[in-house]
């Protein structure tokens, strides 16, 4: 795994865990921050849990690219939330520099978000397309999901990768594509599960009824646990 090689995954940013209270001292929304490959699903991810969740939970979301709205823009179409609750980033380069290296356009967003709209109990931040590098630094979210997605190749899992192997979540979409473009989802599993030893896995079509619901599931039991510790 990675971690066992710094000199080909170097540690790259030095925040520590945000902290969990607000300046009046309540506690801040959870922090859950979604990466992935280009297409893999990333956005119907974050449409397809404010759907399912928008009624038991606040939530808001920040979607970051590199230079334009576009993902914020197709969430404000399929009207997943109102629109005061998402917000855009620019990155103007790498999506890494935004969601690791220099996360302070990251955190002005979602603390103007609590400012405006809080109080929340879920902030989704998604991460501009980018590759099996992409990881989010600890001082701007609490937990990470990462969508990768059979089409792409059922060798993913084994070419492994930070996002892949670190991740509190990974997310194996378009399963439902599977046999037509010839991706083997045991061969995955079984890399998956070699990369990521205990973190959990999980095989899904968004595009099926239903198919974000072990998500979900996923995320409210982060919501819980993160509501349940004393701030």
């Given at each position: 795994m990675h971690l066992d090689h710094p000199e080909t995954y170097p540690h790259r940013?030095?925040?520590?865990?945000?902290?969990?209270?607000?300046?009046?001292?309540?506690?801040?929304?959870l922090r859950i921050g979604l990466g992935g490959p280009v297409g893999s699903g990333k956005t119907a991810t974050v449409a397809a849990l404010c759907?399912?969740?928008?009624?038991?939970?606040?939530?808001?979301?920040?979607?970051?690219?590199?230079?334009?709205?576009?993902d914020a823009e197709f969430l404000l179409r399929e009207a997943v939330l109102p629109a005061e609750r998402i917000t855009a980033v620019e990155t103007g380069a790498c999506p890494h520099t935004a969601i690791r290296d220099d996360i302070?356009?990251?955190?002005?967003?979602?603390?103007?978000?609590?400012?405006?709209?809080?109080?929340?109990?879920?902030i989704?931040?998604?991460?501009?397309?980018?590759?099996?590098?992409?990881?989010?630094?600890?001082?701007?979210v609490d937990?990470?999901?990462?969508?990768?997605?059979?089409a792409g190749g059922d060798d993913i899992p084994r070419k492994g990768g930070p996002g892949v192997t670190t991740a509190d979540l990974l997310v194996v979409n378009k399963t439902d594509l599977a046999p037509y473009v010839g991706s083997d989802l045991g061969?995955?599993?079984?890399?998956?599960?070699?990369?990521?030893?205990?973190?959990?896995?999980?095989?899904?079509?968004?595009?099926?009824?239903?198919?974000?619901?072990?998500?979900a599931d996923w995320v409210r039991e982060r919501v819980r646990d993160w509501t349940a510790v004393p701030v």
């Open positions: 940013h030095s925040y520590g865990p945000a902290e969990p209270r607000r300046p009046d001292g309540t506690r801040r929304a759907r399912a969740l928008r009624e038991e939970l606040s939530i808001a979301v920040v979607t970051n690219d590199i230079y334009t709205r576009e302070s356009a990251n955190l002005e967003a979602v603390e103007d978000l609590e400012e405006a709209v809080g109080p929340l109990d879920l989704l931040v998604e991460s501009g397309g980018d590759n099996l590098t992409a990881t989010f630094s600890k001082g701007l937990a990470q999901l990462f969508v990768i997605d059979v061969r995955m599993a079984r890399d998956a599960r070699e990369q990521r030893g205990e973190l959990p896995v999980l095989f899904t079509s968004l595009a099926a009824e239903g198919g974000v619901g072990p998500i």
